[in-house]
């Protein structure tokens, strides 16, 4: 088992600060769940989500509850309640995700907003190498990852409800003014030379094409469940980031994991890929721009470049929180200690989008 596996895999007895009303649940269940029939057993999902997620098992069958945590929030945060509008508009379309059963606003049930959805049975692979699957089918488990990609920024996003769930246009502009503001404004993170860099490179360099579509804004391996037995994805997970932004730039994110060293997030950066069997960076993109009707993607090295350059704003404001005593625990430590590998790897791919 990898050590993402270990820490995030199975379930725990719900956690001091999590717990609730259990019969208070029941009885909304009862009202809201069609087919739902007790007695119910609440267990804590052990992964870190920001969202508190339970498994709700029965007699008859197992669900999923993910809720805001209780206590004071940063507004627009753990906003449980877009996660649950943009499950429904997807499963509406066909689209690989858990049902939804019922939102419930609600704070008097269980002491914060919550959803309940199925809870989908399969497989998630925590390492982006895929080691469980046999190398003659790791092929089959990449094209799976890419065709459900593809299929998410092909949808219609307004025919699904789904016009107002972001701003369109300006994607790259805005993102890299939050991120730039971010990591400028946390002086507790210091400095870094790869970063300033960025800051100035990046907004000087977006490319001209301006496209939205649904953006998932963590599309990676560990977050799917595919199927028990085939490359086939039966859900993809984790949609606190989604909003509408650049196809491109969400592709770039996923297909991140090509240049990723394994020891920061699922990645395969360093790895003999002809030996695992798994196509190269170049076919993989080949295969998206041939599902969404792309010639090529001249810009990917700058979208790359940009997906690091987030990622690594995301890690300085961890440091930052972690020198600060907010974020204690083993993985941010970790993910703190990476913050200059990941934003010397944003330059490098700068570097790589300027030599064209």
């Given at each position: 088992m990898s050590t993402g596996e270990a820490e995030n895999a199975g379930t725990v007895a719900v956690r001091e600060a999590h717990r609730f009303d259990e019969a208070s649940l029941a009885r909304w269940m009862a009202d809201h769940v069609e087919g739902y029939s007790g007695p119910l057993r609440v267990e804590q999902f052990?992964?870190?989500q920001s969202n508190p997620t339970y498994k709700l098992v029965t007699p008859g069958r197992h669900y999923v509850l993910r809720r805001k945590p209780p206590g004071r929030l940063v507004k627009g945060a753990h906003a449980v309640e877009r996660e649950a509008r943009v499950l429904s508009a997807l499963g509406s379309a066909g689209f690989p995700?858990?049902?939804?059963?019922?939102?419930?606003?609600?704070?008097?049930?269980i002491g914060t907003p919550f959803y309940v959805m199925d809870m989908v049975e399969g497989r998630i692979f925590w390492d982006a190498s895929f080691?469980?699957?046999?190398?003659?089918?790791?092929?089959?488990?990449f094209d799976a990852m890419n065709e459900t990609?593809?299929?998410?920024?092909?949808?219609d996003y307004a025919a699904i409800g789904l016009a107002d769930y972001g701003r369109p246009g300006n994607y790259f502009q805005r993102?890299?003014?939050?991120?730039?503001?971010?990591?400028l404004e946390d002086a507790d993170a210091g400095r870094d030379r790869n970063m300033d860099r960025l800051v100035e490179?990046?907004?000087?360099?977006?490319?001209?094409?301006?496209?939205?579509?649904?953006?998932?804004?963590?599309?990676?391996?560990?977050?799917?469940?595919?199927?028990?037995?085939?490359p086939r994805v039966l859900a993809v997970l984790d949609w606190e980031l989604s909003t509408l932004g650049h196809p491109l730039a969400d592709f770039a994110y996923h297909a991140m994991m090509y240049r990723m060293p394994p020891h920061i997030v699922a990645g395969l950066g360093g790895m003999?890929?002809?030996?695992?069997?798994?196509?190269?960076?170049?076919?993989?993109?080949?295969?998206?721009?041939?599902r969404t009707g792309r010639e090529a993607i001249p810009d990917h090295d700058f979208h790359v470049a940009f997906n690091f350059f987030r990622l690594a704003a995301i890690f300085h404001g961890i440091k930052g929180r972690a020198l600060r005593g907010t974020a204690a625990s083993a993985q941010a430590r970790e993910r703190a200690n990476a913050f200059p590998e990941l934003a010397e790897l944003a330059w490098m791919q700068a570097e790589r989008a300027a030599a064209g």
């Open positions: 052990r992964g870190g995700v858990a049902h939804v059963h019922a939102l419930c606003v609600d704070e008097g049930v080691p469980q699957v046999a190398s003659h089918d790791r092929p089959a488990y990609l593809a299929r998410l920024h092909s949808l993102q890299i003014d939050r991120w730039s503001r971010q990591y490179w990046l907004p000087a360099h977006i490319p001209p094409d301006d496209q939205t579509s649904i953006v998932h804004g963590d599309f990676r391996c560990d977050n799917m469940i595919f199927h028990p037995t085939e003999d890929i002809a030996a695992l069997n798994i196509p190269t960076e170049a076919e993989y993109v080949a295969s998206y721009c041939r």
